[in-house]
């Protein structure tokens, strides 16, 4: 499999305040790595740092030849946005210099139908418009996929489709698949590594190591409740 990610002594710091602190791990190809944590544990910051959105001290070693693609947290589509969504997509086709045909590609991958890129981006539900998110993503074929609270706001029939696509992402085509959630039983049904982040806590691990009631006790302050959608995990 191989590494394809290796972090040591990462540090992010806003002035006086201090988000992350000599975090270190590393995450194989093909993996899905969930990242947990209460609210203003760094979660987010560790994606943008990861990104080299935000300064940071500290080694991040991404394997030669890693393409990433990115869907942010809570993005709400501009109601006055005229573009539709086949525009929007082909716009970034051009910039990478992809054939108008990748399109039409990660618009069946993602979900979006002919109807739906035929509509204006700006008027879309919030499922709607994370597919479209997801499908830009997609573009220019990465092999690694970077998700911050990929289902926020969404009702649970389209968190469940978010998440088989993504499952289907990481079986099918061997993606590497880093993801924010809150929700403990999807992390537990697709992950098969979490990292935990707290304030003077971290951990790392499969999450049947992980997701146990003394570990999550630490790191929320109070053990969540969660269970697992339809049954066991799948198999991996």
């Not at 806003?14 to 899905?32: A, K, M």
Request: proline share 6%; with cysteine.
């Amino acid at each position: 499999m191989g590494t394809l990610l290796k972090v040591q002594n990462l540090s992010v710091r806003f002035g006086e305040r201090t988000v992350l602190e000599n975090l270190s791990f590393e995450l194989g190809r093909g993996e899905v790595l969930a990242i947990i944590g209460p609210n203003g544990s760094g979660k987010t910051v560790l994606l943008k740092a990861l990104l080299r959105m935000v300064p940071s001290t500290g080694t991040i070693s991404w394997a030669p030849g890693t393409q990433i693609g990115y869907v942010p947290q809570k993005i709400a589509p501009d109601r006055g946005l005229p573009l539709r969504v086949r525009e929007v997509l082909e716009a970034k086709a051009r910039m990478l210099g992809l054939d108008r045909s990748e399109v039409g590609k990660v618009a069946e991958t993602a979900g979006l139908g002919r109807e739906l890129l035929d509509a204006v981006a700006g008027l879309l539900s919030g499922g709607q418009f994370q597919k479209l998110l997801i499908a830009f993503a997609l573009l220019g074929q990465p092999n690694v996929l970077l998700f911050d609270e990929p289902t926020a706001s969404l009702d649970e029939l389209s968190e469940e489709r978010v998440y088989d696509l993504l499952h289907h992402l990481q079986t099918e085509r061997g993606m590497t698949v880093i993801l924010v959630s809150h929700d403990l039983s999807i992390v537990f049904r697709y992950a098969t590594t979490v990292l935990c982040l707290s304030r003077g806590f971290t951990c790392a691990g499969p999450p049947k190591e992980v997701l146990t009631p003394a570990a999550l006790e630490t790191l929320y302050g109070a053990t969540p409740k969660y269970y697992v959608h339809h049954g066991e995990p799948p198999q991996r």
